[in-house]
Nanobody
Framework: QVQLVESGGGLVQAGGSLRLSCAASGRTFSNYAMGWFRQAPGKEREFVAGIHRSGSDTYYAASVKGRFTVSRDNARNTVYLQMDSLKPEDTALYYC????????????????WGQGTQVTVSS
């Protein structure tokens, strides 16, 4: 089992920044690829960013590429999502997830999920 707890969400104006954190406990964190997803009201959960278990490679959804940066610190069992140039359409509940396969964009490829942290971007 892997337990994941997100933090760092909040209310920010358009153009602002937030840094989300996801702290992991349980099984060896460095064994897992990590992903960030988001879900806005009335919409399906969508992939945002992913990172290799070593932190050496990352990939992003087209809608956030160039604005968001995913990173991890395996010594601290934590993955981060730095979000810059935020837009109102980034408003959503953001989740981190752990999975066995690097490169996956489907939520079904991730076996462990946090409870989410709310990000609200005002115009």
């Amino acid at each position: 089992q892997v337990q994941l707890v997100e933090s760092g969400g909040g209310l920010v104006q358009a153009g602002g920044s937030l840094r989300l954190s996801c702290a992991a406990s349980g099984r060896t964190f460095s064994n897992y690829a990590m992903g960030w997803f988001r879900q806005a009201p009335g919409k399906e959960r969508e992939f945002v960013a992913g990172i290799h278990r070593s932190g050496s490679d990352t990939y992003y959804a087209a809608s956030v590429k160039g604005r968001f940066t995913v990173s991890r610190d395996n010594a601290r069992n934590t993955v981060y999502l730095q979000m810059d140039s935020l837009k109102p359409e980034d408003t959503a509940l953001y989740y981190c997830a752990a999975g066995a396969i690097y490169g996956a964009r489907s939520s079904g490829s991730y076996g462990y999920w946090g409870q989410g942290t709310q990000v609200t971007v005002s115009s």
